[in-house]
């Protein structure tokens, strides 16, 4: 008798659903929030505004791009709304087929591999970035595919 025998598969099922999703969410908000320290900032920080007045708990802007991993990329409005975009471009025409493979393997196995997938993809994403942001936007879109 195995160790996961004795949990009714609907739990399991339940379960993987639900890291999946949640795999699946992370990895298509994440980006967004990472893109901020990929590239070169372009708004200056207002240290006063008209309603609140002088702000002199903010500090001054550095003059070096904040860096996380290697060189700060220089992409502009389109290019980095063009990446965040290939995530849906890989992700809405496959739901069919998504769909139909799951029928075919069987959710679980599909979920499982979707999961693994969209981990791999969003993990390599910083890297490929440094190459060109083409590779970025393909990996992007595999995020998206994965998903």
């Known amino acids: 008798m195995g160790l996961f025998d004795s949990i009714p598969a609907r739990y399991v099922l339940a379960t993987m659903i639900f890291f999946g999703t949640w795999c699946s969410y992370m990895t298509r908000v994440n980006l967004s929030i990472a893109i901020i320290g990929m590239v070169e900032p372009k708004v200056p920080l207002i240290k006063s505004d008209p309603i609140c007045g002088e702000n002199e708990t903010m500090p001054e802007r550095s003059k070096e791009p904040f860096k996380i991993l290697g060189e700060v ?45 969209t981990t791999i993809a969003t993990v390599v994403l910083p890297f490929v970035s440094l190459v060109s942001s083409g590779l970025a936007d393909s990996t992007r879109f595999l995020v998206g595919l994965f998903a």
């Open 73 to 117: 990329k220089s992409w502009d409005q389109t290019e980095q709304a063009d990446l965040l975009a290939f995530y849906a471009y890989g992700y809405f025409p496959f739901l069919i087929p998504g769909k139909m493979l799951a029928e075919r393997f069987g959710s679980k196995r599909v979920v499982f591999w979707s999961s693994i997938l």
